[in-house]
């Protein structure tokens, strides 16, 4: 199956420094999720973005649906122990009733206090 | 906590049998959806279900089928199970079979010995 291309695969950052992430792919999506997962849990989601050029907020987590519809892109802000865990983007194209999500390859985060 | 359960938590089985894992969606969401889980092929999709009928197939062995029953809880059976079985799988639950938002269970990990 496809899996979207996300970067950076892992990050090692300060506490209270910022985090960029992005992910591309080379086909269309209609929706871009954002999730995140802590080992052994199932994904939570952070953000829905349904809109080319959409930029959404979810407190310290912004997000962007990228204008070519093939990209989306995560930040968090201000970073803190709690953020660690494996983010994850997802893309929809939501055709013919087919809603399914095709997944990145994730991002691992861990923040040095 | 999203709303959706699933169980068991963790199913240790032998090669070559048949397991059952079960789903129950956020209340009131019409869609159920079944992805697994591997260290080397991420999160693939397997299947959806909308208020009972089958919507889309995605990844999925033929020895693997899938329900949704009429109270919305969803199965999902593997059988003849080998190694490579071994994940985890995850059950997602939208509001309608429209695209959006899916809201993930915890997960049940198989391993097949």
């Known amino acids: 199956g496809q899996q979207l291309n996300q970067s950076p695969q892992s990050m090692f950052i300060q506490e209270g420094e910022d985090v960029s992430m992005n992910c591309t792919s080379s086909s269309i999506f209609n929706t871009w999720l954002w999730y995140k997962q802590d080992p052994g849990e199932g994904p939570v989601l952070l953000i829905a973005?349904?809109?080319?050029?959409e930029l959404t907020s979810n407190g310290r987590l912004t997000a962007q649906f990228g204008i070519t519809r093939k990209d989306s892109f995560l930040n968090i802000s201000a970073s803190i122990p709690s953020d660690v865990g494996i983010y994850f983007c997802a893309g929809q194209r939501g055709i013919a009733g087919a809603n399914n999500l095709f997944f990145g390859t994730g991002t691992r985060l861990t923040v040095i206090p | 906590d999203s709303g959706v359960t699933q169980t068991p938590k963790h199913l240790i089985t032998a090669t070559g049998q048949r397991v059952t894992l079960r789903c129950s969606p956020r209340?009131?969401?019409?869609?159920v959806y079944w992805y697994q889980q591997s260290l080397d092929q991420g999160l693939q999709f397997l299947i959806q279900y909308y208020n009972g009928e089958e919507r889309a197939k995605g990844n999925i062995l033929e020895r693997f089928s899938a329900q949704q029953f009429p109270d919305l809880h969803s199965e999902l059976n593997l059988s003849s199970l080998e190694l490579g079985d071994s994940a985890l799988y995850f059950c997602a639950s939208s509001v309608d079979g429209t695209g959006g938002e899916q809201y993930f269970g915890p997960g049940t990990r198989l391993t097949v010995t």
């Open positions: 973005l349904y809109k080319a050029g």
């Open positions: 209340s009131g969401d019409l869609s």
